[in-house]
């Protein structure tokens, strides 16, 4: 039997995503993702000055603001031709990784793993934790008086197969509660060297405006220290466990085969990153070539024409184009849908080889989940991968932060020229960033991001391949139209942002 079942608004992500899928016999056969709002923030910056565009940009999210913030500035480091002093390179790395932890943890805790946990258990809990407690009693008396969010801040859920350990459940629900304080500590690592979060003050062409004092790093390094435990400690344990509950999972969610990285943190200053760029298609990796990546918009409701380049792109919204149906444009590499995100980061450096410390905490990650690496790509690999790469850029902040020096210059002066060009390739937590500007009359003329939820959303392109997440929900089950639990989990394990993705 043919169903249609179309989830809109997809919660428990960040902005507004509609998912359309036709079932057969209880299997997707179709998807199509929807971005189904529209903000402007290519156009908002035109004609302003080029300084505006790392606090503009940072604006188009309150999830990965640094993020946009330094593919803005590392855009304006091309175009005026200077690079940070080691301070300045460090105090990015520092922030920009800083984020991603805090991304991967709220993702996991506050967004996805509720797909997982049954957290009506929590209305049987004898113990006498307070916080599973308090938990326990808001839950009852919300069922109790029958309100439409029974159940708290959690239920209702989808009815569904969840985690039957209880000692597991309850685990993670505690560690969601945790996770709320780490998060915090991971908000102000950042906010240490950016002067304040969301949104950094700090950030500025040729390095970071924050200067570097011993009491700073030592604060760094207590804050760190409790994100360390916490992301060893609890959250690697709760991912690999989950994996154990759902063994599925590793055969579903498995998108288009291609993989996009850019080179991100830097460890010297001519550049050699800690996890290196590729674009990694049919298994072979090949390096990233700029001028492969291009965005359609035959079903996108704009009318600007299809198949730019980023450097003439264009963004003339058309609200009534027949036959579009995404405020997302259609990002291809050399033609193709390309996965972007911690998956394909740490996919690409494996490949690569060269970082020795990832390939073998990649091959100790899928040796405690008894599996092979053609695994990670799936539901669960995501998952794992966000979970390992927090522990990985925690043990490079320590090392970062060793390497600061009191006291010594974090940026260098700079001159705005009247005409120039930059491009800004850098990553977020949710995959390749691209942020390109164009400079007239000492003027923004044209500035134009592609984004990574912009690729991994997208909609079908010109020759109608489906973007990476309509590829990867055909296939998956659906037990019951009415709720669609596995295709969320699908959905959910992109960790979709569609207010980046629509900018
Ligand atoms: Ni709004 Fe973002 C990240 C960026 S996703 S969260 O990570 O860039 O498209
Ligand atoms: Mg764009």
Redesign the pocket.
């Known amino acids: 039997m043919k169903e249609t079942i179309s989830v809109s608004p997809v919660t428990r992500i960040?902005?507004h995503l509609g998912v359309k899928i036709e079932t057969d016999n209880g299997r997707v056969t179709s998807a199509h993702v929807v971005g189904e709002m529209f903000r402007g923030f290519e156009q908002i910056l035109r004609g302003r000055d080029p300084l505006d565009a790392q606090q503009v940009t940072q604006r188009?999210?309150?999830?990965?603001p640094v993020?946009?913030g330094i593919?803005s500035v590392l855009a304006q480091d091309a175009a005026y031709g200077i690079t940070p002093p080691p301070n300045g390179r460090l105090l990015r790395n520092l922030a920009q990784a800083a984020n991603f932890i805090t991304?991967h943890i709220t993702h996991f805790y506050l967004l996805s793993g509720l797909d997982f946990v049954d957290v009506a258990q929590v209305t049987t809990y004898t113990g006498n934790d307070p916080a599973l407690v308090a938990l326990r009693d808001w839950a009852k008396s919300e069922l109790a008086n029958n309100t439409v969010s029974a159940g708290g801040p959690f239920l209702p859920q989808f009815p569904a197969q969840l985690i039957r350990d209880p000692a597991l459940n309850l685990g993670i629900l505690r560690h969601y509660l945790e996770a709320i304080a780490v998060r915090r500590d991971g908000h102000k690592l950042g906010a240490l060297f950016l002067g304040k979060l969301p949104h950094a003050a700090t950030l500025i062409p040729g390095g970071v405006t924050e200067k570097v004092s011993a009491i700073q790093i030592a604060a760094a390094r207590a804050l760190l220290e409790r994100i360390r435990i916490f992301v060893e400690q609890v959250y690697l344990p709760d991912v690999v466990a989950v994996a154990g509950a759902f063994p599925a999972y590793f055969d579903l969610g498995r998108s288009c085969g291609n993989f996009l990285a850019y080179d991100v943190f830097p460890e010297t200053d001519t550049g050699s990153p800690f996890l290196p760029a590729g674009a990694l298609i049919g298994g072979r990796l090949q390096r990233v070539d700029a001028a492969a990546i291009a965005e359609d918009v035959r079903y996108s409701w704009y009318s600007s024409a299809s198949g730019r380049r980023p450097t003439e792109g264009e963004t003339v919204a058309d609200p009534h184009k027949s036959g579009a149906y995404s405020w997302l444009k259609a990002p291809r590499y050399s033609g193709k849908p390309m996965e972007v995100g911690t998956l394909a980061r740490l996919l690409v450096a494996y490949h690569d080889g060269r970082n020795t410390t990832v390939k073998s905490a990649i091959d100790g990650l899928l040796k405690a989940l008894g599996r092979p690496a053609a695994a990670l790509d799936s539901v669960l690999g995501r998952h794992a991968a966000r979970a390992l790469e927090s522990k990985l850029l925690v043990e490079c902040c320590a090392r970062w932060l060793d390497q600061l020096v009191p006291d010594q210059p974090t940026s260098v002066d700079f001159k705005i020229p009247a005409t120039a060009s930059g491009m800004g390739l850098t990553e977020?937590?949710?995959?390749a960033?691209g942020h390109w500007i164009e400079i007239k009359d000492h003027k923004i003329a044209n500035y134009q991001?592609v984004?990574?939820?912009?690729w991994?959303c997208s909609p079908r392109d010109d020759r109608d391949q489906p973007g990476p997440l309509e590829q990867s929900l055909v296939g998956t089950p659906v037990a019951d139209p009415a709720a669609p639990i596995e295709a969320a989990r699908v959905i959910r394990s992109f960790?979709?942002?569609l207010?980046?993705?629509v900018h």
Do not use: F, M, Q, Y
């Open positions: 960040e902005g188009i999210c309150g999830v990965c993020e946009h593919a991304s977020a937590a949710r995959g960033l991001c984004v990574p939820t912009t991994n960790d979709p942002c207010a980046c993705a």
